[in-house]
């Protein structure tokens, strides 16, 4: 049982393999949060954590003589505004009576088996008896709206996903104002924020804080999670590393607009909320309807490089589904950086052969294929052949792809619009534009409303048959601009502010229609590279493009900062060429393919200008990748370097079973005279003897990891190595 209730107490306490985490009903109905951490079974933490009075705070009126706790400092499970705490809030309601606080009160709780689901959200699955699901009901009476609280309890995978559904049991309609999924207390200790920033072409890139007083906030109001700030944070203590000290994170599963707000209060006490985004948000409640708010994958562990692992195993088993997720995924060619828009079908032959020949097994066609499409200024929307470009249609070049013995994959951006394409001109108010103001345009595109059923029936027919007419294996989901002018002409204007959640409501059901109806494509997400790179889409997409930096040395950081929350397999990435397109930098080709081969594996370059030496190069990489995908894809991943170390970044996976294990290095910044990269390795049986390929020598795991192993030196632009330890069967030191 992994969900435990203590009657006389009323506590309950939820447990995973190594956390703990607990609430408590309290005399008044209030459910006040009480620990979570590293596991401490199910002792009961309500009498070893004192909170007090506070001056300017306030008591509840039940306790206003003895002057118990304020609300403002107990710990809570979803903080409300208006209602004696005045920390940030998880939910502001608009009541009828104009009033925007809510006052919660315990109802009821239910333990069930098996994990709850969430009505139009993608949400955390169970594999089958590998969850348990707690749902606390709250109430406030004045306002008559009804809280669920849903905790699904993976034990044996370290993870707690959290939901929160708002239901108006009143007669008259209220409006949520913000609507969080959580709301996380921490009212002890020393607390850093990590968040991951970026922008184009360089996503994910950690940022640790000590939080000052006050509220730290990050979050996108883009309508997608964004290349800027990623809807996953870590709180770790101050003094945490890779290997130690306690950190927690939260993962949003939403891929629209969000925020986490943390505050440190005057207490020192730590709040987390994270959610949909309150800005330009309101939500009408009907009396009977419910809002439900996205999940959040939480998760504690011992170490930064733990809670990686216990969030890649979870997302590459839970979050992803389909016939792909856990499959090997096939090596591509993709067409972009190879030709953009420069496409005819007999370049595109010459392409997919060269592809064939060095042993690629998928040949994706990227953007320029479609009606109209001659530049990115004309074609979205009408996702018919281009007889201009492929006189002879794209059911002839996919048949002579697919005759080569190729896989044939396809590019398409169904969210979006050209004004120049027979779509916009037959409905213009398709597109997100405010009445009587010119539109905000970027890559000179507009947005389709998502949100309209009639927009996404159309996609779905259209984007149907083009599957079902084609032999096609794979699907690039794109999406090349930030949401503006949010008005949606099929909405009253007392509807607008649910717009951009219904865009992306609107988003998931075309998705879910057709992963369904297309159960053996292959889709990958994109979003002018890393744009939307969150749990909500790797529910319906196993992999998703990186970056639109494709340069190795660059992909170096944004791959480090993503593993800190998503696991390789869900990275794509691929071999370009060099000069680098988006840098000029000029580097080995052993490199990038080192680079690559740390995620969902393929090339993107002319593979019709390489010399034969250069081809030979990429047969042997795909060989090898073939060979080390297992360990990469599934195994557990190191990171041996921080962002400090401007000479070199290494990485390492170590099979699950510890057999096999491969280190990856890169130099960045050639060090003359110095000794060469030296790296104490992690994850190894320390009493197994491994063999490094590399260097013909057998030594323990111990060793490896406690007095390290120096490469040999690496000198010249940006070199690569890799090492692949094998465990000797039998021997042991
Ligand atoms: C942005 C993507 O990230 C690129 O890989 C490419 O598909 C272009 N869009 C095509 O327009």
Not at 121 to 136: I, K, M
Not at 570 to 599: D, F
Not at 657 to 663: P, T
């Amino acid at each position: 049982m992994s969900i435990h209730f203590d009657a006389s107490a009323r506590v309950l306490t939820l447990r995973t393999a190594s956390s703990s985490y607990q609430m408590q009903i309290d005399e008044l109905g209030f459910l006040r949060h009480l620990y979570y951490g590293r596991d401490t079974g199910t002792a009961d933490l309500r009498h070893l954590h004192r909170f007090y009075d506070l001056g300017f705070s306030g008591n509840h009126y039940e306790h206003r003589l003895e002057r118990a706790p304020s609300p403002d400092t107990i710990p809570q499970e979803y903080a409300s505004s208006g209602a004696g705490d005045y920390r940030v809030p998880a939910v502001v309601a608009l009541t009828p009576s104009g009033h925007r606080g809510t006052d919660w009160r315990y109802v009821s709780h239910e333990i069930t088996a098996g994990k709850y689901a969430l009505a139009g959200l993608p949400s955390a699955y169970d594999n089958g008896g590998e969850c348990e699901t707690l749902t606390v009901t709250l109430r406030d009476a004045a306002s008559g709206l009804t809280l669920r609280l849903h905790y699904g309890v993976f034990e044996a995978l370290d993870i707690i996903t959290r939901a929160a559904e708002l239901q108006n049991d009143a007669s008259v309609p209220v409006t949520l104002e913000k609507a969080a999924s959580v709301c996380l207390d921490l009212p002890f200790g020393s607390w850093d924020l990590m968040h991951f920033h970026g922008r184009h072409c360089l996503e994910r890139q950690p940022e640790r804080l000590k939080l000052p007083h006050g509220v730290v906030s990050v979050g996108s109001e883009r309508g997608m999670s964004s290349h800027q700030h990623n809807p996953f944070v870590i709180l770790c203590d101050h003094a945490a590393t890779e290997d130690a000290g306690d950190c927690i994170g939260l993962m949003l599963v939403y891929s629209g607009s969000f925020r986490c707000e943390i505050e440190r209060s005057q207490t020192d006490s730590v709040r987390a909320v994270l959610g949909v985004s309150p800005l330009d948000f309101s939500w009408t409640l009907q009396p009977g309807e419910t809002f439900t708010a996205p999940e959040v994958l939480l998760s504690c562990a011992e170490g930064l490089t733990r809670l990686s692992q216990q969030y890649h195993r979870f997302l590459r088993r839970n979050i992803c589904r389909g016939r792909h997720h856990l499959a090997r995924r096939p090596v591509l060619v993709n067409s972009w950086e190879a030709a953009y828009f420069d496409i005819s079908a007999d370049r595109l032959l010459a392409l997919a052969r060269e592809a064939k020949d060095v042993g690629a097994e998928l040949f994706v066609l990227d953007d320029g294929w479609f009606r109209g499409r001659k530049d990115d200024n004309a074609g979205l929307g009408d996702w018919f052949e281009n007889k201009e470009k492929l006189p002879h249609g794209l059911g002839d070049l996919v048949s002579r792809i697919t005759a080569l013995g190729l896989q044939f994959g396809i590019w398409i951006e169904p969210e979006m619009v050209n004004e120049n394409s027979d779509l916009y001109r037959a409905h213009p108010d398709w597109a997100l534009t405010v009445p009587g103001r010119t539109p905000i345009m970027a890559r000179n595109q507009l947005v389709l409303d998502m949100s309209r059923a009639d927009v996404r029936d159309y996609l779905f027919d259209t984007l149907s048959a083009l599957l079902r007419e084609h032999d096609i294996s794979y699907v690039k989901w794109d999406m090349n601009r930030s949401l503006s002018d949010v008005f949606s002409k099929a909405l009253p204007a007392a509807r607008q502010g649910e717009v951009l959640h219904r865009y992306v409501l609107g988003v998931y059901d075309l998705l879910e229609r057709l992963t369904s109806a297309f159960p053996d494509v292959l889709f990958e997400g994109c979003a002018g590279g890393g744009g939307r790179f969150d749990a909500g889409m790797l529910c319906y997409v196993p992999q998703i493009w990186l970056s639109d930096d494709t340069d190795p040395i660059e992909r170096l950081k944004i791959q480090r900062g993503t593993s800190f929350g998503y696991p390789m397999s869900a990275m794509g990435a691929h071999v370009s060429a060099s000069p680098n397109h988006q840098t000029g930098r000029t580097t080995p080709m052993e490199t990038r393919a080192v680079v690559a081969m740390a995620g969902a594996f393929g090339y993107e370059l002319d593979l019709t200008k390489l010399s034969p030496e250069e081809k030979d190069a990429i047969r042997a990489q795909i060989r090898r990748f073939r060979a080390d995908e297992d360990v990469v894809q599934n195994g557990l991943y190191y990171r041996l370097t921080d962002e400090t170390n401007t000479w070199f970044t290494a990485w390492q996976t170590v099979s699950e079973d510890q057999s096999r294990s491969i280190v990856s290095l890169v130099v960045q910044n050639v060090e003359p005279y110095k000794s060469a990269p030296h790296l104490r390795l992690k994850g190894l049986d320390p009493d197994a003897v491994y063999e490094i390929e590399e260097d013909n020598i057998a030594v323990s795991g111990a060793a490896l990891m406690y007095a390290g192993y120096t490469m040999a030196r690496m000198l010249g632009d940006y070199p690569a190595a890799q090492l692949h330890l094998k465990k000797k069967e039998g021997e042991s030191q």
